[in-house]
């Protein structure tokens, strides 16, 4: 059903108006996905900081949210009508049509997040047989916290509160079960 990436690629810096880009082609396959299934679609990738988007931490974190997916869509007997994953060098991400409740698809992935130490690395983003896109904050529930100091990560990111070089070796430790 889900197939990992493979965990070797080589490591390139990404652009601003690359990331934008890849951004705009991911939102035009989200529509034509919904188009064509016209059911809740799950559309996941890597929240990483910096300019390297895709390497195999990446893609080892990409890989545990692929199997939390498998093992949250089995439990809950999902029907998964369609599937498929892209190794971007903007990062990886995967598309998958599934036949059931937008809402409840949503605030399961998110109990997945929260279960997971790299959990807050993974962005499910769920839409609807509409497109109706739903997110945490709708659904009333907290936003993301910083992978160093428990604030806000929006605000941490923003601000950039904390080293790259910090905040690498603290996904390196939660992605290799080190903490």
Not at 37 to 58: C, E, M, R, W, Y
Not at 83 to 103: H, M, Y
Not at 142 to 154: M, T, V
Request: aromatic share 6%; hydrophobic share 40%.
């Amino acid at each position: 059903m889900f197939c990992p990436l493979p965990d070797t690629q080589e490591q390139f810096e990404i652009s601003l108006p690359e990331l934008l880009a890849s951004r705009d082609a991911r939102q035009a396959r989200q529509q034509q996905w919904i188009g064509l299934h016209q059911v809740t679609l799950i559309s996941f990738t890597v929240v990483f900081p910096g300019a390297v988007k895709d390497n195999s931490l990446v893609r080892h974190v990409f890989n545990q949210g692929l199997n939390a997916l498998k093992q949250v869509a089995l439990c809950r007997q999902w029907v998964l009508l369609s599937q498929q994953s892209w190794a971007l060098s903007t990062g990886p991400e995967c598309l998958v049509a599934v036949d059931a409740d937008a809402i409840e698809v949503k605030k399961t992935l998110i109990e997945a997040e929260e279960r997971s130490p790299v959990g807050r690395l993974w962005d499910f983003d769920v839409f609807d047989a509409q497109g109706k896109q739903y997110s945490r904050g709708q659904l009333n529930l907290p936003a993301r916290r910083c992978l160093i100091c428990e604030k806000e990560a929006k605000i941490c990111a923003r601000h950039r509160a904390h080293p790259l070089a910090d905040v690498l070796s603290r996904i390196a430790e939660l992605a290799h079960g080190t903490c």
